[in-house]
């Protein structure tokens, strides 16, 4: 504990790791902190999380579901680009977080809170993404 930020490029192209456990104090992902761990399938983002740096997890397969917390603020540039196994995000924040792009693939599914719907339509990056209102709490 007492763990604050995964710096940029920590874990950039560790190819071992397959999950990681983040401390639930954390509060940054830095830039390419999980860049090109193409092993890794299993992580957990805890809500203490604000802020997602720069292509943090681009490259790895991180499983078919995501969850970003109501107190993610910021998520940088191409931070889940190249995700190949992402299906569902799971992005409980009530306001959309402004971005350019974080993903590259249409394919994947945002489930937002149902009060949100509209607001993540209308947003930039995120109108261009299937938006969903969430059916139960993740």
């Known amino acids: ?6 710096g940029n490029y920590s874990f950039y192209h560790f190819d071992v790791l397959v999950s990681a456990t983040i401390p639930n104090d954390l509060k940054m ?22 802020e ?14 995501v969850t970003i ?3 993610v603020k ?14 569902h995000v799971y992005n409980h924040s ?3 977080q402004e971005l350019t792009a974080i993903f590259n693939s249409k394919d994947i599914t945002i489930h937002v809170p149902a009060a949100s719907v ?4 209308k947003a930039q990056h ?8 969430m059916r139960d709490e993740r």
């Open 69 to 71: 917390h109501e107190n």
């Open 74 to 87: 910021t998520i940088g540039e191409y931070s889940f680009y190249y995700c190949t196994s992402l299906k």
């Open 118 to 121: 509209e607001k993540y339509r």
């Open 29 to 50: 992902i830095g830039n390419s902190a999980f860049c090109n761990s193409k092993k890794l399938t299993d992580i957990n983002i805890p809500d203490s999380v604000t």
């Open 94 to 96: 009530t306001e959309p």
């Open 126 to 133: 995120w109108r261009d993404m299937n938006i969903v209102a």
């Open 1 to 6: 504990d007492g763990i604050t930020l995964i």
């Open 52 to 65: 997602i740096g720069d292509n943090a997890f681009r490259y790895c397969l991180l499983g078919e579901n």
